[in-house]
């Protein structure tokens, strides 16, 4: 069981850049794989990045790599999500999920068996 709170969101021009914070209760944060995800209006939830239990693979939405970042602080029971390059098209609520091993497919929202609530992106134009 894990509970995860994002923070970190806001609205910026294209161009610019956030930091996105998930932040996890419980003392087992290191057992799980932790994703990122998005849905902006009208459209479904959508993969961005995952981060395996030590940090040792990462993986990425062709649309955000090279720009994004993830990265996690297991001391700290944080995952974080540097965003550079902002674009519009980034607009959306951004979502946190923990999933536990094993797993198939880090970009699969179906292996994510926890959520936090969610944090609005938007980025003007």
């Known amino acids: 069981q894990v509970q995860l709170v994002e923070s970190g969101g806001g609205l910026v021009q294209a161009g610019g850049s956030l930091r996105l914070s998930c932040a996890a209760s419980?003392?087992?944060?290191?057992?799980?794989?932790m994703g990122w995800f998005r849905r902006a209006p009208g459209k479904e939830r959508e993969f961005v990045a995952a981060?395996?239990?030590?940090?040792?693979?990462?993986y990425y939405a062709d649309s955000v790599k090279g720009r994004f970042t993830i990265t996690r602080d297991n001391a700290k029971n944080t995952v974080y999500l540097q965003m550079n390059s902002l674009k519009p098209e980034d607009t959306a609520v951004y979502y946190c999920?923990?999933?536990?091993?094993?797993?198939?497919?880090?970009?699969?929202?179906?292996?994510?068996?926890?959520w936090g609530q969610g944090t609005q992106v938007t980025v003007s134009s």
């Open positions: 419980g003392r087992t944060f290191s057992s799980y794989l």
């Open positions: 981060i395996s239990r030590n940090g040792g693979n990462t």
């Open positions: 999920g923990a999933a536990n091993y094993p797993y198939s497919d880090p970009r699969s929202t179906r292996e994510y068996a926890y």
